[in-house]
T-cell receptor, first 107, second 114 residues
Framework: AQRVTQPEKLLSVFKGAPVELKCNYS??????LFWYVQYSRQRLQLLLR??SRESIKGFTADLNKGETSFHLKKPFAQEEDSAMYYC?????????FGAGTQVVVTP | EADIYQTPRYLVIGTGKKITLECSQT?????MYWYQQDPGMELHLIHY???????EKGDLSSESTVSRIRTEHFPLTLESARPSHTSQYLC?????????????FGQGTRLTVV
């Protein structure tokens, strides 16, 4: 069975500090992994996907198959990064989400 | 404009009523999904579809049913609404493009059963 785990429900950081959101997964095949973000009063939207190896809004995420992790990182948090972040895994036709991490960036 | 639409945005309805939440997409996607989400909480997959005449149950048991008669339309029906069905329902769609698959979400329907 596939599973996505986000151990932190809430992450509070100061502006300019680094932020790391943890995501671990279990899946028997080759997973497709994503980070989605939901800003206040906006739709859930894609932030980045592991296949692209891209940096979006300063965020990066590296797939570590050995540790089955896909942690999201940003070296310098900004106030506009305050949002709900979801790690997601696509496998066997299903798109499954973790429980989400609420990020609050304070000035 | 290619998008995914959910109606209504908000619905307050009495116990025992039959309701249908509408979801339509103009993106030409084959795959569609329904999620249930309480505010600020986890998204639970309740139904998904690979294409026309294909529907599957998700991870969270739900008393709702879905149909997929047309590619662009994926309505969700509750035959008899109960207060426990109060939640936000999110519809999403995706297509397979090479190795890049991305889901697009609607605005959601916030359902309150009184």
């Amino acid at each position: 069975a596939q599973r996505v785990t986000q151990p932190e429900k809430l992450l509070s950081v100061f502006k300019g500090a680094p932020v790391e959101l943890k995501c671990n997964y279990s899946y028997s095949g080759s997973p497709e992994l994503f980070w989605y973000v939901q800003y206040s009063r906006q739709r859930l939207q894609l932030l980045l996907r592991h296949i692209s190896r891209e940096s979006i809004k300063g965020f990066t995420a590296d797939l570590n198959k050995g540790e089955t992790s896909f942690h999201l990182k940003k070296p310098f948090a900004q106030e506009e990064d305050s949002a709900m972040y979801y790690c997601a895994l696509r496998g066997w036709g299903k798109l499954q989400f973790g429980a989400g991490t609420q990020v609050v960036v304070t000035p | 404009e290619a998008d995914i639409y959910q109606t209504p945005r908000y619905l307050v309805i009495g116990t025992g009523k039959k309701i249908t939440l509408e979801c339509s997409q103009t993106m030409g996607h084959d795959k569609m999904y329904w999620y249930q989400q309480d505010p600020g909480m986890e998204l639970h997959l309740i139904h998904y579809s690979y294409g026309v005449n294909s529907t599957e149950k998700g991870d969270l048991s739900s008393e709702s049913t879905v149909s997929r008669i047309r590619t662009e339309h994926f309505p969700l029906t509750l035959e008899s609404a109960r207060p426990s069905h109060t939640s936000q329902y999110l519809c999403a769609s995706s297509a397979y493009r090479g190795q890049a698959t991305e889901a697009f979400f609607g605005q959601g329907t916030r359902l309150t059963v009184v």
